[in-house]
């Protein structure tokens, strides 16, 4: 397994969920049992000596890796979720959506300042929503943030956008946005 065959792999739809849009699809890497395992071993491996004791998910495809790479690295597993979803305490975060203002969420006790998270997302566009995500986990003042996405589409300057409010966004791969 090669990461140009996985990237390869990533089924582009045009045109979904709107027109113009090239929707990247990663459900034809996560129901290929090879390239399943290669992306969990290959997160994984990267945060092994970084004490990450939490792994944090964005709803909803962020959901996909984050737990599976959680157990490899004896960390928990914590979600952020959209509006209205977690039942306890929560503290939110509003961030610009293509068609306004969306929120965030994450329970108030999920982290704290002993944890070292692990940030991950699928797919990095624009980066509101990583640097959403990042201030709302700030909030709970844990010791480090790693920030991570599988695909950077390539062409929005979101790694841009984030390494310039201070957050180092690490991509497995980069595909082209109208690729
Ligand atoms: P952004 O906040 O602009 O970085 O958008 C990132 C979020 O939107 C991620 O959760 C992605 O899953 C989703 N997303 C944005 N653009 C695409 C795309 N072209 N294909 C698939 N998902 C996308």
Request: proline letters at 4%.
């Amino acid at each position: 397994m090669t990461l140009e065959q996985l990237k390869k792999d990533v089924r582009n739809v045009p045109n979904f969920p709107k027109q113009g849009i090239q929707f990247k699809d990663i459900t034809t890497i996560i129901s290929n049992p090879e390239e399943l395992r290669f992306m969990r071993d290959k997160l994984a491996d990267a945060y092994r000596n970084k004490g990450i004791t939490k792994v944090v998910g964005i709803e909803s495809r962020g959901f996909i890796l984050a737990p599976a790479v959680a157990i490899e690295l004896g960390a928990g597993f914590v979600p952020i979720r959209k509006q209205g979803k977690l039942p306890a305490e929560t503290i939110e975060i509003s961030y610009e959506k293509e068609y306004g203002i969306d929120f965030m969420q994450i329970h108030k006790d999920a982290l704290g300042p002993d944890d070292v998270v692990l940030l991950h997302d699928d797919i990095l566009a624009t980066g509101g929503s990583m640097l959403a995500a990042v201030e709302l986990i700030r909030k709970l003042g844990v010791k480090t943030i790693y920030a991570n996405c599988l695909i950077e589409l390539e062409g929005l300057n979101g790694k841009r956008f984030l390494a310039d409010r201070g957050i180092d966004c690490d991509c497995m791969m980069g595909i082209e946005v109208d690729e």
